[in-house]
């Protein structure tokens, strides 16, 4: 049904239509009412918004407004409480030592649960107690305003990067009013503490010429037993499909010509203190940041990210470099990172599969539902692997699944498809055994002197 309305708005061009509805309403919204032009933009975007509202994909969400089957989704699959008991199941059962977390926005929720914060925390300072940051009518005296963003999330003492004035934090303040543990959504990463503890933690600020900030996570934990230090960083990159959105990813992992800046806190054997990096380090983007980590004598490096890019992606060039790449190609040949697909045999260097019979290697198998507020969106089958991790690690072996009991296994990434039809589409995420759109990627990495360390890289819905 949702594929044969999206062909016949292809075949009609009323996909067209949407794309440039889209664009016209951006342009909108940022002219003022007595720009020149202003009205007659109007005007076509409320004509483009009458002939869309014909399209097949918008009748079929119309059809579907009330439907009961949609609701017990909602209450059955997408209800956090159902969700976040099954991520907290299925980590616990996993057992990790580390968790690099993506879209988090239930901090707090993690950190006061008893059956998880017996065994993992993501507070360097156990004295403090994580608090959402706090936002006013004035702009200028929230927590995470840009001039105190830096600032905050360091006296925090959490390894948690949050996305300031995020989506999330107006959708569950709208939802939910002013209940205390309204959060950002950003990076997190927890450890278990009976074998492990932190020793630095440090941020690299996005760039932003707007009043929204964002930073990659970087922390160093010790191994209690062997004392080996190793750093694990973490980021989400932009999303999108189009070749704009990868040159807005490529832009984030370097760009010379942006204002980067990056803090540290590191703890003396008494308290964390606020330490410079060596020599003034200077980065020009994430990659350059990671590379830092990479390059230290005697530690080694994990980086996990939702880097929203499939290996395969067009290359393109970017306005940093005078060739053409990608993100997967950028972040292997600037930070000497091994990919573990790559280690664990599921992908060439290139980013081709292994497997050619089945050259769907994934970490994502979702489609847009008839609910979906862009109804041209409605039926896009995103079916890829843009869940990464890169270590200088030995070796990394990949765990195919997770037994929550005798009976029941939860699939992990990845996952191999002949092709986007057939199973693929009989079996998309969230469902009510997968509380998220992604695989969880969980992988035990190898270190030096014998050391292994156990990773779950989760990003939630």
């Known amino acids: 049904m949702v594929r044969e309305a999206k062909l016949a708005d292809t075949a009609s061009g009323m996909t067209s239509k949407f794309s440039k509805l889209k664009g016209e309403e951006k342009k909108l919204k940022k002219m003022k009412t007595s720009a020149e032009g202003y009205l007659e933009l109007k005007e076509s975007v ?41 991520i907290k199941q299925i980590v616990l059962q996993a057992d990790p030592d580390v968790i690099t977390f993506q879209e988090i926005d239930h901090v707090q929720q993690f950190l006061v649960d008893k059956d998880f914060s017996a065994k993992y925390t993501c507070m360097v300072d156990s004295s403090k107690t994580y608090k959402p940051p706090n936002y006013t009518e004035n702009k200028g005296n929230d927590d995470l305003s840009p001039d105190k963003y830096f600032q905050h999330i360091l006296n925090s003492r959490a390894a948690f990067a949050p996305k300031s004035y995020s989506n999330a ?3 569950r303040s709208k939802r939910d009013g002013k209940a205390s543990d309204i959060d950002d959504d950003g990076c997190a990463i927890f450890w278990k503490k009976e074998i492990l503890k932190p020793v630095e933690l440090g941020f690299l600020r996005v760039p932003s010429d707007t009043e929204k900030s964002e ?56 308290s964390w203190k606020e330490v410079p990096y060596e020599n003034n380090a200077d980065f020009v983007g994430i990659t350059s940041y990671v590379k830092y980590f990479a390059q230290r004598k005697d530690t080694q490096t994990i980086f996990a990210l939702d880097a929203n890019s ?23 040949r600037d930070t000497g990172l091994e990919s573990i697909w790559v280690q664990s045999s599921c992908l060439k260097i290139t980013g081709e599969p292994i497997n050619p019979p089945k050259p769907f290697v994934v970490s994502v198998n979702k489609m847009r539902g008839p609910s979906s507020n862009q109804p041209s969106k409605i039926g896009e089958h995103q079916l890829e692997l843009i869940d990464h991790v890169f270590t200088n690690g030995t070796t990394s072996k990949l765990f195919n699944s997770v037994a929550l009991n005798s009976k029941e296994l939860v699939p992990t990434a990845p996952l191999l498809y002949k092709s986007k039809e057939g199973e693929a589409e009989l079996n998309l995420y969230p469902s009510s055994k997968m509380p998220s759109d992604h695989l969880p990627v969980v992988v035990d990495i190898s270190l030096e002197t014998h050391t292994h360390v156990s990773l779950l890289h989760f990003t939630q819905l």
């Not at 009458?50 to 399209?55: D, L």
């Not at 009330?66 to 008991?85: A, G, H, Y």
């Not at 004392?227 to 499909?241: A, K, Q, R, W």
């Open 46 to 86: 409320a004509k483009l918004k009458e002939e869309t509202n014909k399209s097949e994909l918008v009748k079929l969400k119309n059809k579907f407004r009330n439907s009961p089957q949609l609701e017990k989704v909602d209450r059955e699959i997408l209800d956090w409480s159902k969700r976040f008991d099954r």
């Open 215 to 270: 930073a990659v996570l970087a922390l160093t934990l010790q191994h209690l037993k062997t004392d080996m230090t190793f750093n694990v960083i973490t980021t989400h990159l932009p999303s999108g499909d189009e070749p704009k959105k990868e040159l807005e990813r490529l832009a984030v992992l370097n760009n010379p010509s942006a204002r980067w800046t990056a803090r540290r806190i590191c703890f003396d054997d008494t």
């Open 169 to 171: 934090y107006l959708f």
């Open 310 to 332: 499939r290996p395969s992606f067009p290359p393109i060039k970017p306005a940093s470099s005078s060739s053409e790449t990608n993100v997967w190609e950028t972040i292997l």
